[in-house]
Antibody, heavy 119, light 111 residues
Framework: QVQLVESGGGVVQPGGSLRLSCAASGFTFINYGMHWVRQAPGKGLEWLTF????????YYADSVKGRFTISRDYSKNTLYLQMNSLRPEDTAVYYCAKGTTVTETLDYWGQGTLVTVSS | QSVLTQPPSVSGAPGQRVTISCTGSSSNIGAGFDIHWYQQLPGAVPKLLIYDNTNRPSGVPDRFSGSKSGTSASLAITGLQAEDEADYYCQSYDNSLGAVVFGGGTKLTVL
């Protein structure tokens, strides 16, 4: 069965950096695009970024463009989100999700990891 | 505000039918991109409810159905049950933004 397990969340000061990981299993990782989505406390879902199955194309929301970078490691079946220049408004639960192409559905979601940006 | 517009809340009594609308524009729903719906139970992870406008993943009851027309889409829930109380989100792709977009979410209350 598909499993997505995020890790790497925690408390970081404004301006700091953090790298999230998402370990994928139960499907052929190289065949699927992957997303990161976040949810601020008490708020709705916000899509952040998508990477093609082969890693050649990436898409970003304007809110994180230039600060966040998505990547993937096929040898480890792991998706990453490098987050730099963090702001208090980046405080949220971060989910990775399995997709196919960028226009299609996010069919499986991880349990999420909480990132808190605070001094 | 979200690119896809949903009502903040809807409510209904057990057994009733409710609908949740999702209004977009010519750069997303109106451009032919599919709509997908997610259910997020309190304290839980979002779960895919409807994909490609009208399709239910295995295990989703047929009380849930989706439709799409023009620049809008709807999620209908019939035979409302207490366990349907959750937040519901629509999602599509916007080719003007070059981004995946979510609706703001709708909180369903079962009276």
């Amino acid at each position: 069965q598909v499993q997505l397990v995020e890790s790497g969340g925690g408390v970081v000061q404004p301006g700091g950096s953090l790298r999230l990981s998402c370990a994928a299993s139960g499907f052929t990782f190289i065949n699927y695009g992957m997303h990161w989505v976040r949810q601020a406390p008490g708020k709705g879902l916000e899509w952040l970024t998508f990477i093609w199955n082969d890693g050649t194309n990436k898409y970003y929301a304007d809110s994180v463009k230039g600060r966040f970078t998505i990547s993937r490691d096929y040898s480890k079946n792991t998706l990453y989100l490098q987050m730099n220049s963090l702001r208090p408004e980046d405080t949220a639960v971060y989910y990775c999700a399995k997709g196919t192409t960028v226009t299609e559905t996010l069919d499986y979601w991880g349990q999420g990891t909480l990132v808190t940006v605070s001094s | 505000q979200s690119v896809l517009t949903q009502p903040p809340s809807v409510s209904g009594a057990p057994g009733q039918r409710v609908t949740i609308s999702c209004t977009g524009s010519s750069s997303n729903i109106g451009a032919g991109f599919d709509i997908h719906w997610y259910q997020q139970l309190p304290g839980a992870v979002p779960k895919l409810l409807i994909y490609d406008n009208t399709n239910r993943p295995s295990g989703v009851p047929d009380r849930f159905s989706g439709s799409k027309s023009g620049t809008s889409a709807s999620l209908a829930i019939t035979g409302l049950q207490a366990e349907d109380e959750a937040d519901y989100y629509c999602q599509s792709y916007d080719n003007s933004l070059g981004a995946v977009v979510f609706g703001g979410g709708t909180k369903l209350t079962v009276l």
